[in-house]
């Protein structure tokens, strides 16, 4: 089953048992929005400009006209182009932004078609007895699993990662996923792992530019909205 970064960190990001994300919406948000992002630069349908091209900024994110391969992304290009990978994570998770909620809108969508694909089932129930909840758990384990054991064989084992489950691996890392998913491993370990991975060329130096920098991005958003959220409570 070919899954996009989104779906593979959202089904890392959910608890087997009970169907809930193990880190927090702000972090949820702004990773499948970065990974969102870097699927289209892994795709070649954006770029990150250089610092002499005439007429543009340098260090944005630039639509290259080229043909975006997952058709749930197509209007994220536009959404972002022109803009610093910071505010294009910001963009794309909704942060700050008074009509409607882009985050929980993609989250939703890719939940929906990780159900379609046969991956996850919606379970319906009741908080206290009284309100209504969904929980999303494992209809096929083994999609799951075969994306964890990639993640595992190279923050783990040691293994060379290609690009995709490099780049899965530092969106992981950059939320602090990583030791939720391997608790049986040491934790300083598990992150020394992460951001190796997370720095290395394996990507072509253009396209690592730039997923780094969506990286450093989704870092920012989640800081600069957990701020935000305290500052309001």
């Known amino acids: ?7 593979e960190f959202l089904l890392l990001a959910l608890r087997d048992d009970t169907g ?9 948000k702004a990773a499948l ?55 294009a994570v ?13 985050g929980r809108d993609l989250r939703d969508a890719l939940l929906a078609d990780l159900a379609e694909a046969g991956a996850l089932r919606e379970e319906q129930g009741k908080v206290l007895g009284l309100f209504p909840s969904k929980a999303w758990k494992p209809a096929d384990p083994g999609v799951e699993a075969e994306v964890l054991e990639r993640v595992r064989a190279a923050v783990v084992t040691g293994a060379d990662p290609d690009p995709r489950t490099a780049a899965l691996v530092a969106l992981v890392h950059t939320v602090g996923l990583l030791p939720k998913l391997f608790p049986e491993n040491d934790r300083k370990e598990l992150k020394r792992r992460g951001k190796e991975i997370s720095e290395r060329d394996w990507g072509g130096q253009a396209v690592q530019k730039a997923i780094q920098e969506i990286q450093g991005a989704v870092l920012v958003a989640v800081t600069v909205a957990a701020s935000a959220a305290a500052s309001g409570g």
């Open 20 to 28: 809930k994300p193990m880190v927090d919406g702000t972090r949820l």
């Open 1 to 7: 089953m070919a899954l996009t970064l989104a779906e």
């Open 90 to 102: 910001s963009r794309a998770a909704g942060f700050n932004s008074w009509r409607g909620d882009r």
């Open 33 to 87: 929005a970065g990974a969102a992002i870097v699927e289209l630069a892994l795709d070649g349908a954006l770029r990150l400009t250089g610092p002499d091209e005439p007429g543009r900024k340098p260090g944005r994110l630039a639509a290259t006209g080229g043909p975006v391969a997952h058709e749930r992304f197509a209007g994220l290009v536009e959404l972002v182009d022109g803009r610093k990978p910071k505010d």
